[in-house]
């Protein structure tokens, strides 16, 4: 199956269609409080509805209570939740009633015994990321290779010229960046996106540069 890839960090109309017009599977739009590329539920959802029927649109969340993500999400309009930052099983179980879930994991994260067992539930999809999220540092990749959950998503530090070997390393579902595809937090170089979307298509085509 072809990778997925996911823009995120949108904040206008603008920036949604140049990521949706490179190719993007998803946006993300970052509503955790202290973000640089935090938007409005209203901005988000005014670019979703420019990308037409087929491209998701993700809700990004740190650390917010119940009633604030799923609020949010409705007004917003997104198509599916990503939830960072520490969270009980109930939470997680409530957002899924409602949403596909990204979850996003640390490496760390991977060594707790029940880490994966909490995910393993109808909609919910694990992601590998970086400790601090929107750093813009990559994982290691070698690493993780021995423990990298089939069907997760892997973000953190990722750009056009890193993640065509990070897709061959670790074959993710899906991968994600932002601070990497940005001219400044919250605006996207639009040379970068194209660049991503390209070289994470370009990937696993054996014709594709290495
Ligand atoms: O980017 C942010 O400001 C942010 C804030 C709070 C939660 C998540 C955030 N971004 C997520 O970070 C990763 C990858 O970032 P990077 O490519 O390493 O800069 C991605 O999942 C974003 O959704």
Known sequence: ??????????????????????????????????SKRRVTPEVARGAGLNVGPVVARVGVFLGQGLDEVLRTAEAARVSTVQLHGPLSALYLSEVARYHPVLRVLRPADLAEPDALEALAQPGV?????????????????????????????????????????????????????????????GVKDAAQVQAFVQAAQGATDPSYPQ
């Open 125 to 185: 999809t694990p992601m590998l990321d970086a400790p601090e999220p929107g750093g813009g540092v990559p994982l290691d990749w070698a690493a993780l290779r021995e423990v990298f959950p089939p069907g997760a998503w892997l973000a953190g530090g990722l750009g056009p010229q890193n993640v065509a070997q990070a897709i061959r390393a670790l074959r993710p579902a899906g991968v994600d960046a932002v601070s990497r595809l940005e001219a400044r937090p």
């Open 1 to 34: 199956m072809r990778v997925r890839v996911k823009v995120c960090g949108t904040t206008s109309v603008h920036d949604a269609v140049l990521a949706a017009e490179a190719g993007a599977d998803a946006l993300g739009f970052i509503f955790a409080p202290g």
